[in-house]
């Protein structure tokens, strides 16, 4: 049984723009999205911001109902299974908001018993992330933005859940402490968990993922290995030369090509060997080859900038809002309040 399984979920919104442009009309952030998670893989979710990631992740937790089409994580679907979802699922939301006043300890303590399960990672968690015990008693007021994030990861990994969902996961998080968060993935993946997360960035998907899946303006446009995502990627190459530059029209995987006095920069994409060829003879002084950025490395699946930014303007705030932690938080009981009443307790 997959862990996630979504068939042609949708989700609409009545538009907030004002003044309105048309009566009743809506805004499309997630249109007819299938995609199957398996267990024990790490499934990446990309697109750029205001692509309809953070939605997805709402609708497949209960904290949005879905215009139309079903899912089912965990084979629980998320019409009516919620709270079972939430008691096994570990998340991190996106812009995560902690309660000030209380100590690191004190928030993890607090959302453990929210999920209802015990912290066996917590320990283990909080000294690969260098959060110390006399750093958890400190209030969360205290806090640096990259010390949130880390009690956000720890919140939602410290249960052992079976699913972990993250929403921009390494938000805040300097260097060293991206590669200490890629090493627990991978730990968590060798141990037959799945874990579950949107970014936008190209280099953490290259890093820890198996496949990803891409969306634009919330429509799935991308479904593939990682090893098929990093044979279209593009790359730009700038270079600094003496003499004549290297004749690189129709050199395979090379595009957009620029001479500019001794600076010649240009698109590289696939197999490098025909460009090195290409360069091979001529007096190169410097060779800049930079990663590819997202929308780079997919071009082909996205439109031209203009579009790009419509698709942001017209992004519903329930998109682009951060969610405080407390209104995403897994429920402890039967009794707690239905998946679209939200629920304020700090």
Known sequence: ?????????????VSR???PRRQHESVR??????ITVEEGEI????????????????LLL????????????????IRDGTLAIRRETGYLPGGISLYDTMSGEQVLDYLARLYGRAA???AELADRLEMSRRTLKRQVRDYSRGMRQKIGIIQALQHDPELAILD???????PLMQRAFYDLLDERKGTGRTIFFSSHVLSEVERVCDRVAIIRAGELVAMSNVSELLARRRRQVEMRIEGEPPMLAGVPGVSNVQVRDDRVSCQLEGDVGPFVAAIAHARVRDLTIEPARLEEAFLEYYADESDLEESRDDAPAAENDPPAVNDDAP??????PAADEKVEIA
């Open 1 to 13: 049984m997959p862990v996630i399984q979504t068939e042609g979920l949708t989700k609409h919104y």
């Open 17 to 19: 723009r004002f003044p």
């Open 29 to 34: 952030a997630l249109t007819n999205l299938s």
């Open 43 to 58: 499934f990446g979710f990309l697109g750029p911001n205001g692509a309809g990631k953070t939605t997805m992740i709402r």
């Open 62 to 77: 209960g904290f949005l109902h879905p215009t139309d089409g079903d899912a089912r994580v965990l084979g629980h679907g």
């Open 120 to 122: 066996p990672l917590r």
């Open 168 to 174: 921009e996961p390494t938000e805040g998080l300097d």
């Open 331 to 336: 429920a402890a009981d039967e009794d707690a």
